[in-house]
């Protein structure tokens, strides 16, 4: 009986809903939203670096939408969909532009969110925020969901060696801690469950220590989605699993000779330049550290490698390398298969 | 990077106040929204007398808390009152100040209560069912954050329910958080304590707990608190005054890959392994909810006391076994007794790790003599305790305030008395029928007891160890001999005695309250109704980790100057033994019995 009165207080705030934006959120809402969200387990657990994230599917078979973080780099990436099933998942692909990436679980019939119908939303939109947060959630345990307020709509600007940022482009600022350790990859909905945003890492202004809590509109991503999910999408990165084996370079082809690959994630560090070589010419030298080949992140002499091996001859690439405390670019040409080491 | 002053975390704080404010100064506002609102500052209005701002002796730090009965009980975080001594002094938001003395504490379920004290009509907060919260439910949190409240008027936060049944591990201290609310309403140090209300203004949970991580010590949108079911479970053994113990099974669990959950490991000690469970057997129910993971089975068995009887539910080889057990205590009792009164540590800074305990704000200046315009008018002091109040604190080990045991032993053996054997010293024979067959007669005396069931005769001198007689009874004739001395002689009987608290009858019964005893390695429980305070059972057993000899009392009868039970129905190891229907309660000398009552051939 008691419940029955109490379901009606809840349809009649529901009612409420549509012609209030104050109302409280619909639980029967909250509970369809979190049916799309999973949680990621992976990669971490040291030095700060939380071992879960926040994803959400996006078709009915299996693909998950999540935010490029550390977490995805491992041969073992889990993901606990909301009825507590427990899945192996495969990173399909990543754009580290858009700071993406979609994992694919083996499974059919999800609840999920077309990204196709995601809403815009302007400042002073309520919103709620859904992730699995400081990893409260276990098992078939609903993430957490918190409520906001659009704050502002902005562009990120942030830039390397200025501001650190993940992404650069629109974002939604919310007036809530919605990005917490595990919160990136969640989602930012309307009070009505539709979709808005995927929440985005935790942000930190180092010059006047406040954070930022922003999400990235589901416009920005959805392009890079729909063509890693098509297999279209061009992987760029270590973490794809469909690696081309041919076509590409050598660094050695650029007159990059690195120091000996002798462990698993060897910094890719050069050890010598070949004179005259390209390397040479752009200035690059022996204890520079590569960092970057274009936007991607080299993290091991191996990613350097494969990422090479991805590119076309004729392609300009560049080079970011670490030289004492700065930063230097420069950039050069994929050479021709038989122009390799003029 | 964007504007980012204007993003200052701590803008979030003020959040709930700043809506206030806009809704208020809009031009136009739909009539919902100003009517939610007024609901909602009514039910603040309403519940803000309940929210206690508690402050340590000296000023230096305090919390939260609030006021559950008209006499003054309050339930705050055991954090809040760790190492305050057995006085503090409790700001209402009619402006007063209290002195109130500590009653119990959980330091595991991090709970304590304290008693207001100098009036008998505290307003007192409705305690909601929280098993009925739901995700997406408002909640407003008070209390005292950054010890603000100088006039102490709660500050009140506002936000939602973002997860319910969640478990907090252990973050390197006792301290476990089991089955507790997640709210992003926004808590602070200084709200430890504080209770959290539903949008109708019943208490839900006490706010305990936030997840702190780069961030510092503030909020950062997760919150926990305590369930009020949790705290109901625990609310009597709290008022018992003693330091009161989480429970464990005695078995670890495990989920399995394919989503069961299993015993993996088993104590032999343990009421469930002598009940039948076995390792590899999957659990299916405990405490009349369905264990789905490892986690969610640790949430259930973390809102119990020890010593409490759950109903749980097994499967082996496809069949389901249902069984009542008995919980064990989680801790031993120096384990606690460190976290206790007696030996305060020094306030520990928990380390920066997740999801530590709110530290409480220390004012900059610990000294008494802070300014006149920065300390309240009626800043707590560190003079001591008025005279009128020094008695109700009496120190014990494995207590925090003995005194309230003992009030509560004195209310329960008086019910005892009214049977009408106080001060009986002649040997007690209590004859009637088992099962209307059998005839059966108890002998109880000072130097022998003795038992008659049909034919059969069971005995034995009393300057031995108590027997199990008659045999696999779990000691039926050492449990009347114990009645005899309860009823003759009260606590006097025993080496222990001390209040327990409440707990469900048999596991799914009534509330009753627990009143223990101990003598050598025996030990009983005397069962008291709450809302007569009559007694209704006991249960015996001959030493730790045995099963008991139970007995349940029917309703008195008249044995002609005295009262008795008409009935006793006896249980053993979840077996009936029978119901003994009584006929006769005599006191002296048996007059067939012309030598003292030795046992009988």
Redesign the interface.
Request: with cysteine; net charge negative; glycine share 10%.
């Given at each position: 009986m008691k419940?029955t009165v109490?379901g009606s207080m809840l349809m009649l705030i529901a009612a409420?809903c549509t012609?209030?934006p104050?109302?409280?959120?619909?639980?029967d809402?909250?509970?369809d939203v979190q049916s799309r969200v999973v949680k990621i387990f992976g990669a971490g657990g040291l030095a700060?670096l939380q071992a879960y994230g926040t994803g959400f599917l996006c078709s009915a078979d299996g693909h998950i939408v999540t935010a490029f973080s550390h977490v995805l780099d491992t041969d073992t990436v889990t993901v606990v969909l909301s009825d507590?099933r427990?899945l192996y998942a495969k990173v399909l692909g990543t754009d580290v532009d858009r700071d993406v990436a979609v994992l694919k679980v083996e499974a059919d019939g999800l609840p999920y969110f077309d990204l196709s119908k995601a809403v815009p939303a302007g400042p002073g939109t309520r919103v709620l925020a859904f992730s699995n947060?400081?990893k409260?959630?276990?098992?078939?345990?609903?993430?957490?969901?918190?409520?906001g307020?659009i704050?502002?709509k902005?562009?990120?600007?942030?830039r390397r060696g200025r501001?650190e940022?993940p992404y650069r482009g629109p974002v939604y600022?919310v007036?809530?801690?919605?990005n917490?350790?595990g919160s990136a990859g969640g989602v930012l909905t309307t009070l009505d469950g539709r979709l808005i945003a995927i929440l985005g890492r935790?942000l930190k202004?180092s010059q006047?220590q406040?954070?930022?809590?922003y999400a990235v509109p589901i416009g920005e991503i959805a392009e890079s989605v729909a063509s890693i999910q098509s297999g279209e999408f061009r992987p760029r990165d270590r973490f794809a699993t469909n690696l081309d084996a041919a076509g590409g370079c050598t660094p050695l082809e650029l007159g990059i000779v690195l120091v000996p690959d002798v462990v698993a994630r060897t910094p890719a560090y050069i050890d010598d330049v070949l004179p005259e070589s390209q390397a040479a010419r752009a200035g690059l030298a022996a204890e520079d550290l590569v960092v970057f080949v274009n936007s991607d992140l080299v993290g091991s002499i191996a990613s350097l490698e494969g990422i090479l091996r991805r590119t076309s001859p004729g392609d300009d690439v560049q080079f970011t390398v670490r030289r004492g405390d700065d930063l230097v670019s420069v950039t050069l040409r994929i050479p021709e298969p038989s122009a390799a080491l003029q | 990077m964007i504007a980012s002053t204007s993003f200052q975390r701590r803008a979030t704080a003020w959040a709930a106040v700043l809506l206030t404010l806009s809704a208020a100064s809009a031009v136009a506002v739909e009539p919902e929204v100003l009517e939610a609102q007024s609901r909602r500052i009514a039910v603040i209005e309403r519940v803000s007398p309940t929210v206690v701002a508690i402050f340590a002796q000296g000023g230096q730090g305090g919390g939260s808390g609030v006021t559950v009965s008209a006499d003054g009980f309050v339930v705050t975080n055991f954090h809040v009152v760790e190492g305050q001594g057995p006085f503090m002094k409790c700001g209402l938001n009619d402006g007063r100040l209290y002195d109130a003395v500590l009653v119990g504490i959980d330091p595991t379920g991090d709970v304590a209560v304290i008693r207001l004290l100098g009036r008998d009509d505290f307003p007192a907060a409705t305690l909601a069912d929280s098993d009925t919260v739901r995700v997406g439910d408002g909640a407003y949190a008070m209390g005292n954050p950054f010890l603000l409240a100088t006039d102490f008027q709660p500050t009140v936060t506002y936000g939602m329910v973002s997860g319910v049944r969640r478990y907090q591990f252990p973050a390197g201290t006792l301290l476990e958080y089991t089955d507790c609310i997640q709210v992003d309403t926004s808590i602070n140090p200084g709200n430890s304590g504080g209770p959290l209300f539903n949008e109708d203004g019943e208490l839900i949970g006490i706010n305990g707990r936030i997840s702190v991580e780069k961030r510092g010590r503030v909020n950062v949108g997760a919150g926990y608190a305590i369930s009020i079911n949790q705290v109901r479970n625990f609310f009597d053994n709290l008022k018992s005054g003693r330091i009161v113990d989480h429970a464990t099974l005695g078995a670890v669990v495990s989920t399995n890959s394919d989503g069961s959950v299993t015993v993996s490991r088993i104590l032999e000690q343990s009421e469930a392994y002598r009940r039948g469970l076995q390792v590899g057997d999957e659990l299916v129910m405990f405490g009349g909810r369905t264990v789905d993971t490892a986690n969610q089975f640790k949430n259930i068995l973390g809102i119990y006391p020890a010593g409490w009887k759950l109903p749980l539910t097994y499967r082996r080889k496809g069949q389901e076994q249902q069984i009542i057990v008995r919980l064990r205590r989680l801790h031993r009792a120096a384990e606690l007794e460190l976290r206790g009164q007696d030996s305060p540590p020094p306030r520990p800074r928990r380390g920066p790790g997740p999801d530590a305990p709110p530290e409480e704000k220390q004012p900059e200046s610990p000294l008494p003599e802070a300014p006149k315009d920065v300390a309240p008018p009626e800043a707590p002091e560190s003079s001591g305790v008025p005279a009128a109040y020094a008695d109700l604190y009496e120190a014990r080990p494995r207590f925090a305030n003995y005194w309230f045991n003992r009030a509560a032993q004195e209310r329960l053996l008086s019910a005892l008395k009214t049977w009408g054997f106080d001060g009986i010293q002649e040997p007690l024979q209590v004859s009637g029928r088992l099962d209307a067959r059998t005839t059966i007669e108890f002998r109880l005396a000072d130097q022998a007891i003795a038992v008659k069931i049909g034919d059969r005769t069971n005995g034995q001198q009393l300057d031995k160890d108590l027997e199990d007689l008659p045999p696999a009874t779990g000691g039926l004739l050492p449990a009347m001999h114990a009645l005899r001395g309860m009823l003759t002689r009260g606590a006097e009987a025993f080496s222990d005695t001390y209040y327990l608290g409440s707990e469900p009858l048999d596991g799914t019964g009534e509330r009753v309250d627990v009143l223990m005893t101990h003598r050598g390695e025996t030990l009983c429980r005397w069962y008291f109704d709450q809302s007569t305070g009559g007694c209704v059972g006991m249960d015996f057993a001959l030493g730790e980790d045995q099963d008991e000899c139970e007995l349940r009392f029917g309703p008195l009868a008249s044995f002609g100057s005295r009262q008795f039970p008409e009935t006793i129905s006896m249980r053993h190891a979840g077996t009936d033994l029978g119901v003994m229907k009584v006929s006769g309660v005599e006191a002296g000398r048996p007059a067939n019995a012309a030598a003292a009552p030795a046992p009988m051939q």
């Amino acid at each position: 009986m008691k419940r029955t009165v109490r379901g009606s207080m809840l349809m009649l705030i529901a009612a409420f809903c549509t012609s209030v934006p104050g109302s409280a959120a619909k639980s029967d809402v909250i509970d369809d939203v979190q049916s799309r969200v999973v949680k990621i387990f992976g990669a971490g657990g040291l030095a700060g670096l939380q071992a879960y994230g926040t994803g959400f599917l996006c078709s009915a078979d299996g693909h998950i939408v999540t935010a490029f973080s550390h977490v995805l780099d491992t041969d073992t990436v889990t993901v606990v969909l909301s009825d507590g099933r427990r899945l192996y998942a495969k990173v399909l692909g990543t754009d580290v532009d858009r700071d993406v990436a979609v994992l694919k679980v083996e499974a059919d019939g999800l609840p999920y969110f077309d990204l196709s119908k995601a809403v815009p939303a302007g400042p002073g939109t309520r919103v709620l925020a859904f992730s699995n947060m400081f990893k409260v959630a276990a098992g078939n345990e609903p993430v957490t969901v918190q409520r906001g307020v659009i704050s502002a709509k902005s562009n990120l600007t942030a830039r390397r060696g200025r501001f650190e940022a993940p992404y650069r482009g629109p974002v939604y600022v919310v007036d809530a801690v919605t990005n917490n350790p595990g919160s990136a990859g969640g989602v930012l909905t309307t009070l009505d469950g539709r979709l808005i945003a995927i929440l985005g890492r935790e942000l930190k202004n180092s010059q006047s220590q406040t954070w930022l809590n922003y999400a990235v509109p589901i416009g920005e991503i959805a392009e890079s989605v729909a063509s890693i999910q098509s297999g279209e999408f061009r992987p760029r990165d270590r973490f794809a699993t469909n690696l081309d084996a041919a076509g590409g370079c050598t660094p050695l082809e650029l007159g990059i000779v690195l120091v000996p690959d002798v462990v698993a994630r060897t910094p890719a560090y050069i050890d010598d330049v070949l004179p005259e070589s390209q390397a040479a010419r752009a200035g690059l030298a022996a204890e520079d550290l590569v960092v970057f080949v274009n936007s991607d992140l080299v993290g091991s002499i191996a990613s350097l490698e494969g990422i090479l091996r991805r590119t076309s001859p004729g392609d300009d690439v560049q080079f970011t390398v670490r030289r004492g405390d700065d930063l230097v670019s420069v950039t050069l040409r994929i050479p021709e298969p038989s122009a390799a080491l003029q | 990077m964007i504007a980012s002053t204007s993003f200052q975390r701590r803008a979030t704080a003020w959040a709930a106040v700043l809506l206030t404010l806009s809704a208020a100064s809009a031009v136009a506002v739909e009539p919902e929204v100003l009517e939610a609102q007024s609901r909602r500052i009514a039910v603040i209005e309403r519940v803000s007398p309940t929210v206690v701002a508690i402050f340590a002796q000296g000023g230096q730090g305090g919390g939260s808390g609030v006021t559950v009965s008209a006499d003054g009980f309050v339930v705050t975080n055991f954090h809040v009152v760790e190492g305050q001594g057995p006085f503090m002094k409790c700001g209402l938001n009619d402006g007063r100040l209290y002195d109130a003395v500590l009653v119990g504490i959980d330091p595991t379920g991090d709970v304590a209560v304290i008693r207001l004290l100098g009036r008998d009509d505290f307003p007192a907060a409705t305690l909601a069912d929280s098993d009925t919260v739901r995700v997406g439910d408002g909640a407003y949190a008070m209390g005292n954050p950054f010890l603000l409240a100088t006039d102490f008027q709660p500050t009140v936060t506002y936000g939602m329910v973002s997860g319910v049944r969640r478990y907090q591990f252990p973050a390197g201290t006792l301290l476990e958080y089991t089955d507790c609310i997640q709210v992003d309403t926004s808590i602070n140090p200084g709200n430890s304590g504080g209770p959290l209300f539903n949008e109708d203004g019943e208490l839900i949970g006490i706010n305990g707990r936030i997840s702190v991580e780069k961030r510092g010590r503030v909020n950062v949108g997760a919150g926990y608190a305590i369930s009020i079911n949790q705290v109901r479970n625990f609310f009597d053994n709290l008022k018992s005054g003693r330091i009161v113990d989480h429970a464990t099974l005695g078995a670890v669990v495990s989920t399995n890959s394919d989503g069961s959950v299993t015993v993996s490991r088993i104590l032999e000690q343990s009421e469930a392994y002598r009940r039948g469970l076995q390792v590899g057997d999957e659990l299916v129910m405990f405490g009349g909810r369905t264990v789905d993971t490892a986690n969610q089975f640790k949430n259930i068995l973390g809102i119990y006391p020890a010593g409490w009887k759950l109903p749980l539910t097994y499967r082996r080889k496809g069949q389901e076994q249902q069984i009542i057990v008995r919980l064990r205590r989680l801790h031993r009792a120096a384990e606690l007794e460190l976290r206790g009164q007696d030996s305060p540590p020094p306030r520990p800074r928990r380390g920066p790790g997740p999801d530590a305990p709110p530290e409480e704000k220390q004012p900059e200046s610990p000294l008494p003599e802070a300014p006149k315009d920065v300390a309240p008018p009626e800043a707590p002091e560190s003079s001591g305790v008025p005279a009128a109040y020094a008695d109700l604190y009496e120190a014990r080990p494995r207590f925090a305030n003995y005194w309230f045991n003992r009030a509560a032993q004195e209310r329960l053996l008086s019910a005892l008395k009214t049977w009408g054997f106080d001060g009986i010293q002649e040997p007690l024979q209590v004859s009637g029928r088992l099962d209307a067959r059998t005839t059966i007669e108890f002998r109880l005396a000072d130097q022998a007891i003795a038992v008659k069931i049909g034919d059969r005769t069971n005995g034995q001198q009393l300057d031995k160890d108590l027997e199990d007689l008659p045999p696999a009874t779990g000691g039926l004739l050492p449990a009347m001999h114990a009645l005899r001395g309860m009823l003759t002689r009260g606590a006097e009987a025993f080496s222990d005695t001390y209040y327990l608290g409440s707990e469900p009858l048999d596991g799914t019964g009534e509330r009753v309250d627990v009143l223990m005893t101990h003598r050598g390695e025996t030990l009983c429980r005397w069962y008291f109704d709450q809302s007569t305070g009559g007694c209704v059972g006991m249960d015996f057993a001959l030493g730790e980790d045995q099963d008991e000899c139970e007995l349940r009392f029917g309703p008195l009868a008249s044995f002609g100057s005295r009262q008795f039970p008409e009935t006793i129905s006896m249980r053993h190891a979840g077996t009936d033994l029978g119901v003994m229907k009584v006929s006769g309660v005599e006191a002296g000398r048996p007059a067939n019995a012309a030598a003292a009552p030795a046992p009988m051939q």
